[in-house]
């Protein structure tokens, strides 16, 4: 089993900057790649962006790109995302996902992920 923790979710202006992390504990955390989905209400949960903890390959939505940036800290087993020139439709529950393998070179669809945080909240004001 792998848990999921975030953090860093909270009320920013448009244009302002976020960081999210996820900090990531169980036995083979090492062997996953992790990633970030979202989910505003009346919206079906989209993939944001992952990251291998092994290799440090990373993937992004189009909605994102340029804009936001995963990293990872091996050392810690934590997840971040930098979420810079946000936008009110960035505004959703951003949830902490974790697949068992240790790369997944494509969007992740919902039914990819084995393992979810609870959520944090980002809004975004205009």
């Known amino acids: 089993q792998v848990q999921l923790v975030e953090s860093g979710g909270g009320l920013v202006q448009t244009g302002g900057s976020l960081r999210l992390s996820c900090a990531a504990s169980?036995?083979?955390?090492?062997?996953?790649?992790m990633g970030w989905f979202r989910q505003a209400p009346g919206t079906e949960r989209e993939f944001v962006a992952s990251i291998s903890l092994i290799y440090g390959s990373t993937y992004y939505a189009d909605s994102v790109k340029g804009r936001f940036t995963i990293s990872r800290d091996i050392a810690k087993n934590t997840v971040y995302l930098q979420m810079n020139s946000l936008k009110p439709e960035d505004t959703a529950n951003y949830y902490c996902a974790a697949v068992k393998a240790p790369w997944r070179a494509s969007g992740w669809s919902f039914y990819d992920v084995d393992f979810w945080g609870q959520g944090t909240l980002v809004t975004v004001s205009s």
């Open positions: 169980g036995r083979t955390v090492s062997r996953n790649a």
